[in-house]
């Protein structure tokens, strides 16, 4: 059973940054995935980024992608999300998610969820 526990959320003004870490642990497999995710109130959950942490593959929604970075610490099982340019629409809770295999495809059902950590961008 994995464990995820994500951490780095907080209250930013517009243009801020920000950055979310998540840990995994009880990993019992080699090959796997984990990414961001992310849901505001009243929407449906969305991908935000993943990284394959067996292979050099990163990927990114629309939305973030320029002003978000993901990254891996593979010896920790730790990714993290640099949140730069926060705008107010970026508010939402953030997950972390993990699950076995190579790459991530935008059909990816995730296994494991992080409980999330809010991320609140005032104008």
């Known amino acids: 059973q994995v464990q995820l526990r994500e951490s780095g959320g907080g209250l930013v003004q517009a243009g801020a940054s920000l950055r979310l870490s998540c840990v995994a642990s009880g990993r019992t497999v080699t090959n796997y995935i984990m990414a961001w995710f992310r849901q505001a109130p009243g929407k449906d959950r969305e991908f935000v980024a993943a990284?394959?942490?067996?292979?050099?593959?990163?990927n990114y929604s629309d939305s973030v992608k320029g002003r978000f970075t993901i990254s891996r610490d593979n010896a920790k099982d730790t990714i993290h999300l640099q949140m730069n340019n926060l705008k107010p629409e970026d508010t939402a809770v953030y997950y972390c998610?993990?699950?076995?295999?190579?790459?991530?495809?935008?059909?990816?059902?995730?296994?494991?969820w992080g409980q999330g950590t809010q991320v609140t961008v005032s104008s």
């Open positions: 990284a394959s942490m067996t292979r050099p593959e990163l």
């Open positions: 998610a993990f699950d076995p295999g190579l790459l991530h495809t935008p059909t990816r059902r995730y296994t494991y």
